[in-house]
């Protein structure tokens, strides 16, 4: 857990911990003074120092990618050194939901599997996460 201080105020927050060798950062929320001055990168910053500074992290997991692309919060990870990276997936669905899903809602069914618009249709199930490589 990281806070921002200003004017001895807490402003910022952010959590993070530790998943084999992957810094898991799903958590950061500030007020608007804290927006202003930059807390975001401030703390994205630190955890790659801390990151960067123990041998068993080999990763930052951000979250995962949001279709759509390189908006709001995709562009600003993007924007300090982040890359997006597909793993695959391991999806259990009930097999006639499955069947529903992709008949009735084709554009949810290929989002639910991680294939994301402008994806070729063969490209193999796997979802799309923003990674901080170390610094």
């Not at 004017?7 to 500030?30: D, E, H, K, M, W």
């Not at 979250?63 to 600003?76: L, S």
């Not at 997936?89 to 084709?106: E, Q, Y």
């Amino acid at each position: 857990m990281l806070g921002v201080y200003h004017q001895q105020r807490l402003r910022a927050v952010s959590i993070a911990y530790l998943v084999g060798n992957t810094l898991v950062y799903p958590t950061f929320f500030c007020d608007t003074e804290a927006m202003r001055l930059h807390a975001t990168a401030f703390t994205l910053h630190a955890l790659r120092q801390t990151a960067a500074a123990r041998a068993d992290i080999k990763q930052i997991f951000i979250g995962t990618y949001k279709e759509g692309g390189r908006t709001g919060t995709a562009q600003f990870y993007l924007d300090r050194g982040c890359r997006l990276v597909r793993r695959p997936a391991h999806l259990v669905v009930n097999p006639v939901a499955k069947l529903v899903l992709s008949w009735c809602l084709p554009k949810q069914h290929r989002r639910l599997v991680g294939v994301l618009a402008g994806d070729p249709p063969e490209l193999p199930c796997g979802r799309m996460a923003m990674q901080s490589t170390r610094p």
